[in-house]
């Protein structure tokens, strides 16, 4: 008999290979894509990007994910990035935001971490340590929600830290505050000798 699918806890991390009732929307292409948190723009980061949504890689399927270069590498400028992990009102042909729906997808990977193959510093690429400094000085409440565009943190958790899949800023989750430059990148260090997580 054919598992129902389990509601999404946006505070729990989901087991790979078990289907959720996932926030999705339709693209331009017709296709279903997962999504993460809601509409937003992102002035600090790109004008011209304008309203958009940000795909959860956890769910997205993984023809799209190969597709998407933003988690895989390459080289692009610093719009092309973004742009690479969101749908856009500007991509969809809309002015009208599109309606988010729940639909039973599986879980098939972790979260990459972002900014992974756009490291701080890179050339042409200066807001991640912009907003490192917005927001170096502030508190994490309980609800350990990332404060730029409230993504809850405890689902990324990594041995006490939570790089946000929104737009990169690292937490110290034990101690609610944004990670240093060096507890950043012993996070992102660690994960890649971990190496990726095959696909489910
Ligand atoms: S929502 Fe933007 S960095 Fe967390």
Known sequence: MRKQAEPLDPNVAPVLGRVYLVPTITNRHGQIVPVLGGWHKDPEISKSLGEHIHLDARFLPARMFKSKRGYRGSDYDKDGFVLAQVETLHFLNTEEKPKITLRPMKCLRVMPHFLDTAPIGRKNTSWPQEMRCTYQDVKLTDALVCPHRGIH??????????????????????????ATEEEEQAVRKARKAEGEASEV
């Open 153 to 178: 943190l405890a689902p990324f958790e990594e041995n006490g830290f939570a790089v946000c899949p929104g737009h990169g800023l690292c937490w110290n989750l034990r101690e609610k505050r944004l």
